[in-house]
């Protein structure tokens, strides 16, 4: 899997989704490493957790709710849980993803 990553961060195991990732499982949540060849598209979607991801390369586009940001290396975005949102990655992109699932009476967005 390509990716500028650690070898320790190489040796986590893959994340079996529509992109490529190593996975670091913890308690409610997962960390991501991601990495998008150029021209990956992520159509329009939700999850049930709430992500916050960091750019290490490259640059996301991001598009949440019709408004359509770019998001470059070191910066931060995040998506709450259940809002639609679509990516695309015109350039080779690797990304830092944290993934928290919410509680049954965690009612306020992280």
């Known amino acids: 899997m390509p990716g500028s990553y650690p070898d ?6 893959l ?16 960390v991501l490493f991601a990495s998008y060849p150029a021209g990956t598209q ?22 949440i709710n019709g408004e359509t940001q ?4 070191g910066q931060w975005y995040s ?4 809002v639609e949102h679509a990516a695309r990655f015109e350039v ?3 990304e830092i993803e944290f993934w928290f699932r919410r509680s049954d009476d965690d009612t306020v967005p992280r």
């Open 8 to 13: 320790k961060i190489k040796a986590l195991p």
């Open 15 to 30: 994340y079996d989704g529509r992109f490529d990732a190593y996975r670091l499982a913890a308690d409610n949540s997962d």
């Open 42 to 63: 992520i159509p329009a979607h939700t999850h049930d957790t709430d992500n916050y991801g960091v750019i290490t390369k490259g640059e996301l586009i991001l598009t």
């Open 79 to 82: 998506v709450p849980a259940q």
């Open 70 to 73: 770019r998001i470059g290396v």
């Open 92 to 94: 080779e992109t690797d």
